[in-house]
C-alpha cells in the first residue's frame, strides 16, 4: 500500500485526532480532534511532517504520490464545503498555514484567500452580492502571496495604498470602496508583473503548490531556526501543511474574527477571556492595526471600553461559542486557546491549543482544576513545568509614590522591571551583552524582535493588545510587558519617545510594572512577592510525592532563612570559605594562607575560630534539629590571595610582616592551575591545623547549643575535592582527635558523621575503599564535570557556547548533567560506595541539585536528596515529584 502522505479533516470522514500531533502538528491533530467532537470546523488537510522531513532530505522534493493524495483529499472538502476550487460560480477559497508539533507562534507562513483569481473573483462577487468584500479578499491574497511565495517586499504593496488613499483624501482601510480595492488589485498585479517579469498566477492548482512549497521553505528561515534553538525544538521534526477552506470573517458587519482563552491566562481566573474585530480576517486581530473589542461583557465593563462586546453583540453566537469553550476544556482537561470566525452569523472555529499562561495562572489553573475533579493532584503536579516557578519569585513594585506615572497601557505581562530605554532589538542585545539592563520599546514587536526581547527585562509596545505578539511573546517568557500604551510616541529617527510632552531619550531609564499596565519614570524600587495559596497547596501535593529530600546550599543566615521560607529540608552544603569572604574575615584567611610557619598560622587560625564558631551556632540555631553538611575549607587559592598593592598592604600590616616579602610568598603560591592545584583536602592534609579550627568550631557549636537549649544537632562534617581513602582517612583522624578534645573540655558527647564529596572521577571509581571511611558521599558535579570532561569551569564560557551552536554538545553540562559521562561516574560512585556501606547516604551538591532535568537523573540512581541554592529549592521540590511520576510511569 502506498505511504500515507496526507490526512483529511471534516465532520465523519476524519482521519486524524490529537494523539497524532508528531505526524499532523498540533494545529493539524486538534483540528482533526475537534472535526470528530463535531463542532463546526471548515473541512481540511494536513499533509504531515513526514513530508516536510522528506522535502529536505531530497534537495527540497516531494515524495511522487502526494499530487495524488492531495487532490483526493481536495474532492473531499469541495464535496464537504459545496463549492469547488478554481469554480467559475461556487469558488472554493483556501487556507495554508504551518503547524509543527509544538506551537511556534508567527515563526511561519501562512496564505489566506488562496484560489482567487480575475475570473473567480467575479463569483464570489455574484455569491456574496459583495464586491467590496471580494477585492477587498483578492488584495490581501496578492500581497501574502507575493510576499511569502513570490518574495516581493510587502512594504512595495503598503506604499500602492497608501499613496491611492492619499490621491483620494482617504483616511481610512474602510473608506475604501469595492471599485478603489479593484484598483488596487490591479495595481498590485503590475506591480509583481515589473518584479518578476511574468504575470501574478491565475491558476489555483499552481497557487496552491506555491504555498505548501513556501510553508515548507518557512520551516527553515533564521527566525524560525532561532525560535527552534531558544525553545529546544528539534531541526528534525519539520511542520504540516494545512490546507482548509476559507470562512470569511470580513464579509460584512454580521462576520467578525476573535481569538479567545478558556480562562485567563494572565490571573488564571476562570472567566473566559479574550477579543474580536467586528469585519475582519484573523490577522487584523494580532496585527495590532485596530483594536479588538472583548468578547464578554464583564471583561468590556473591567477594561471601560464603550466598544460593544460580543455577548451583546451576537449573543447567539456567544452562547454557542461558550458551549464550545466548555466542551473544548472538558475534552482537553486545560486551557485551551481558540481561534474563531464568525462568516454571516455561522460560527467556526479555526483553531484550539494548550493556552500559554503566567506561572501564576498557571498554578490557579491547575490548582482549581483539581477542585473542579477535572483533573488528579497528581497530573496538577505532572503539569507545572518546574524552571517556570522562577517567575513566581519575580519582583513587583514595592512603592511609587515619589515616582511620576508617565503613561498606561495594557497589563500585558506580570512583574515589574526598570532598564534603560532602547529602541530596537539588536541595541537591547548589545546593552544587555554590555551588562544593562534595558527594556525594549517597540511600536509593536514581531517575531524579528524575539533577541531583543530575550535580552530585554520588559517590553513596552504603542500599539497592539492583549494577545498582540508582545504580549503572546512576553507571557511565555514570564517577562513584564505593557502593550497597546498609545499616549507614546516613538521617534526613531531622533532616538526617542514623547509621552505627553515629556521627551524620554534612549537610555534614559523607566520603569514598567507589567501587573497594572503602568509606566514610570526612573527606578521604582521592587519587592520580592509573596508566594500564593496555590503555590503553598500544589507544593504539598508534590511533597507527598516524591521521595528525594530538599536541601539548600547556603552559609549566610539569610540565605538559610529563604530556604527554609520555601521549604528546605536540611543543608546539603555550607562552604565555609564563602564564610570568609567579607571585611576583616578575608583578611584573616589571607593572613593564614600566606602564613610562613605553623605558629603565624595558627595565630590567622585564632581569630577566625570565634567567627566561625558564632556563625555555625547561628545556623544551627535556625535549622533547628534539621540536618546540615558543613564543608571543610575548599578555596581555590587565587580567589583568596591578595592581588592589588592596597590589599597585600593592608595583609604584611595585619601580620606585622613586610610587604615585599608578603609579595614574595604570594608569588610563591601562585599556581598556573588553581583549580586542580592545593585546594580541598590537599590544603586540609597539608595544614591540618585548618582542620582543627574548623573542627572545633563546628563541636564547640554544638556543644554549645545542646547546652543552650537541649537541641540535639548532629553536624555531618564534609571533606572536599577527596580523590584516595587515604587523603579522606588523613584528615578524618584530625577531626576524631579534636572531638575527643572537644568531648572532654566540656563533659558532653558529640553526635556527627563525617563524608565527603565525591567530585573528582578517581573518587568514583574508588568509591568503595572511600565509602569505609565515610559516612555520606555528596557528589560535586560541579567539579565533577570539571574534571571528567577537562573543562575548566572557569574558563567554559569561551566555547560552550559554540559547542552548543554547532551541536557538538546539545546543553551545557555545567547546567544539566551529562548523563552519559559524568552521570555515569555518579552511578558507579553510589554503586560501588553502597556495596561496601549499604546505609550510605548519598546526595548531589553541584548546580545540578537545582536543574530539572538532572533532577530526575538523580531520582532514577536513587540518591537521598539534592540540595541547591534556596531560590531553586521549590523547582527541586516540584522537580523531584515529577521524576517520581514520570519514573513510575515509565515503569
Ligand atoms: C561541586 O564541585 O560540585 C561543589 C558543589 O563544590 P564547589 O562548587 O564549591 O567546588
Ligand atoms: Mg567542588
Redesign the pocket.
Given at each position: 500500500m502506498a505511504k500515507k502522505w496526507v490526512y483529511f479533516f471534516g465532520g465523519k470522514e476524519t482521519e486524524g485526532n490529537a494523539s497524532m500531533r508528531d505526524l499532523l502538528g498540533g494545529k493539524g491533530a486538534n483540528l482533526a480532534e475537534m472535526s470528530r467532537l463535531g463542532l463546526p470546523v471548515p473541512p481540511g488537510f494536513s499533509i504531515s511532517t513526514e513530508v516536510c522531513t522528506h522535502y529536505y532530505a531530497n534537495e527540497q522534493s516531494y515524495p511522487d504520490d502526494i499530487k495524488e493524495q492531495v487532490w483526493e483529499a481536495l474532492k473531499k472538502v469541495e464535496r464537504l464545503s459545496g463549492k469547488r476550487f478554481g469554480d467559475m460560480h461556487s469558488p472554493l477559497m483556501l487556507s495554508v498555514r504551518s503547524g509543527a508539533r509544538v506551537s511556534m507562534p508567527g515563526m511561519m507562513d501562512t496564505v489566506l484567500n488562496l484560489g482567487l483569481n480575475s475570473k473567480s473573483v467575479l463569483a464570489l462577487i455574484e455569491k456574496s452580492g459583495n464586491e467590496r468584500f471580494a477585492y477587498d479578499s483578492y488584495r490581501r491574497f496578492i500581497q501574502m502571496y507575493s510576499d511569502v511565495v513570490l518574495g516581493i517586499d510587502v512594504g512595495e504593496f503598503e506604499d500602492i495604498l497608501e499613496d491611492y488613499k492619499e490621491d483620494k483624501g482617504y483616511s481610512q482601510d474602510t473608506q475604501m470602496s469595492g471599485a478603489d480595492w479593484k484598483e488596487i488589485v490591479n495595481a498590485y498585479k503590475v506591480l509583481v508583473e515589473e518584479e518578476l517579469d511574468e504575470s501574478f498566477p491565475e491558476s489555483p492548482e499552481a497557487q496552491l503548490w506555491g504555498a505548501i512549497g513556501a510553508v515548507f521553505k518557512s520551516w527553515m528561515v533564521p527566525r524560525a531556526q532561532t525560535y527552534r534553538k531558544l525553545h529546544n525544538i528539534s531541526e528534525d521534526w519539520g511542520t504540516a501543511v494545512n490546507v482548509q477552506a476559507m470562512v470569511f470573517g470580513n464579509m460584512g458587519e454580521d462576520c467578525a474574527t476573535g481569538v479567545a482563552f478558556t480562562r485567563n491566562p494572565s490571573t488564571g481566573e476562570k472567566a473566559l477571556y479574550g477579543e474580536f474585530l467586528i469585519n475582519a480576517q484573523g490577522e487584523d486581530v494580532v496585527a495590532g492595526i485596530r483594536t479588538p473589542q472583548d468578547i464578554t461583557e464583564a471583561s468590556r465593563i473591567a477594561a471601560g471600553s464603550q466598544n460593544p462586546s460580543l455577548e451583546i453583540l451576537m449573543p447567539d453566537v456567544f452562547s454557542q461559542f461558550t458551549h464550545i469553550c466548555e466542551k473544548l476544556e472538558r475534552h482537553y482537561k486545560d486551557m485551551q486557546d481558540l481561534e474563531f470566525t464568525v462568516e454571516q452569523g455561522k460560527l467556526w472555529m479555526l483553531q484550539t491549543r494548550k493556552g500559554k499562561r503566567t506561572m501564576s495562572a498557571a498554578l490557579k489553573i491547575a490548582v482549581e482544576m483539581v477542585e473542579e475533579e477535572l483533573i488528579s493532584e497528581r497530573e496538577a503536579v505532572d503539569r507545572i513545568d518546574p524552571s517556570s516557578l522562577d517567575q513566581l519569585l519575580h519582583p513587583t513594585i514595592a512603592e511609587s509614590a515619589g515616582h511620576e506615572e508617565l503613561t498606561t497601557g495594557l497589563p500585558a505581562s506580570p512583574g515589574a522591571a526598570y532598564g534603560a530605554v532602547v529602541f530596537t532589538a539588536d541595541e537591547a542585545e548589545a546593552e544587555k551583552a554590555n551588562g544593562n539592563p534595558v527594556i525594549l520599546v517597540r511600536v509593536e514587536t514581531s517575531p524579528e524582535d524575539i533577541h531583543g526581547m530575550h535580552a530585554a527585562l520588559g517590553v513596552l509596545t504603542t500599539r497592539g493588545g492583549m494577545t498582540s505578539h508582545a504580549a503572546v511573546v512576553a507571557r511565555g517568557m514570564g517577562k513584564p510587558c505593557i502593550s497597546g500604551a498609545g499616549g507614546i510616541r516613538v521617534d526613531l529617527p531622533r532616538q526617542q519617545m514623547i509621552i505627553e510632552g515629556k521627551i524620554i531619550n534612549k537610555g534614559d531609564f523607566i520603569t514598567l510594572d507589567g501587573s497594572s499596565g503602568r509606566v514610570f519614570d526612573g527606578r521604582v524600587e521592587m519587592q520580592q512577592p509573596e508566594t500564593s495559596q496555590e503555590f503553598r497547596r500544589l507544593m504539598e501535593w508534590a511533597d507527598d510525592i516524591r521521595r528525594m529530600k530538599v536541601r539548600t546550599?547556603a552559609e549566610t543566615p539569610s540565605d538559610v532563612k529563604t530556604a527554609l521560607s520555601f521549604g528546605a529540608e536540611g543543608i546539603g552544603?555550607c562552604?565555609t570559605?564563602?564564610m570568609f569572604f567579607q571585611g576583616e574575615r578575608i583578611l584573616s584567611v589571607r593572613e593564614m594562607i600566606l602564613a610562613d610557619t605553623k605558629v603565624e598560622r595558627q595565630k590567622a587560625l585564632a581569630k577566625l575560630l570565634p567567627m566561625q564558631r558564632q556563625d555555625l551556632i547561628q545556623i544551627f540555631e535556625l535549622m533547628e534539629e534539621l540536618p546540615v553538611t558543613i564543608?571543610l575549607l575548599?578555596p581555590?587559592l587565587h580567589e583568596f590571595l591578595p592581588k592589588t598593592e592596597k590589599e597585600i598592604e593592608e595583609v604584611a600590616l595585619n601580620m606585622g610582616v613586610n610587604s615585599e616579602d608578603l609579595k614574595e610568598r604570594a608569588q610563591e603560591l601562585h599556581e598556573v592551575n588553581p583549580m586542580l592545584g592545593n585546594r580541598?583536602c590537599r590544603l586540609l592534609v597539608l595544614f591540618p591545623e585548618i582542620v582543627e579550627m574548623q573542627a572545633r568550631a563546628i563541636f564547640e557549636a554544638t556543644a554549645e547549643l545542646s547546652k543552650r537549649t537541649g537541641a540535639t544537632v548532629k553536624p555531618e562534617i564534609m571533606v572536599?575535592?577527596v580523590g584516595m581513602k587515604s587523603e579522606l582517612e588523613n584528615v578524618r583522624s584530625t577531626i576524631l582527635s579534636v572531638a575527643k578534645e572537644v568531648e572532654q573540655e566540656n563533659d558532653v558527647s558529640l553526635n556527627f558523621s563525617i563524608g565527603t564529596?565525591i567530585?573528582l572521577p578517581r573518587a568514583a571509581l574508588r568509591a568503595e575503599d572511600i565509602a569505609e571511611v565515610a559516612e555520606f558521599f555528596?557528589?560535586?558535579?560541579?567539579?565533577?564535570?570539571?574534571t571528567t570532561f577537562g573543562i575548566s569551569?572557569d574558563d567554559a564560557a569561551s566555547f560552550l557556547g559554540n559547542y552548543q551552536e554547532t551541536g557538538i554538545l546539545k546543553l551545557d553540562p555545567f547546567v544539566s548533567i551529562d548523563e552519559k559521562g559524568v552521570g555515569e561516574l555518579v552511578s558507579i560512585g553510589v554503586r560501588r560506595g553502597k556495596s561496601r556501606r549499604p546505609d550510605l547516604k548519598v546526595g548531589?551538591?553541584?548546580?545540578?541539585?537545582g536543574d530539572p532535568h538532572s533532577i530526575s537523573f538523580c531520582e532514577m540512581i536513587g540518591l537521598d536528596y539534592i540540595s541547591c541554592s534556596p531560590f531553586r529549592v521549590p523547582i527541586a521540590r516540584l522537580a523531584a515529584a515529577q521524576a517520581v511520576l514520570r519514573s513510575s510511569s515509565s515503569r
Open positions: 546550599n552544603l562552604r570559605e564563602h564543608r575548599d581555590p580541598g572536599p575535592l564529596m567530585e555528596s557528589f560535586g558535579t560541579n567539579d565533577l564535570t570539571q569551569r548531589i551538591c553541584g548546580e545540578h541539585g
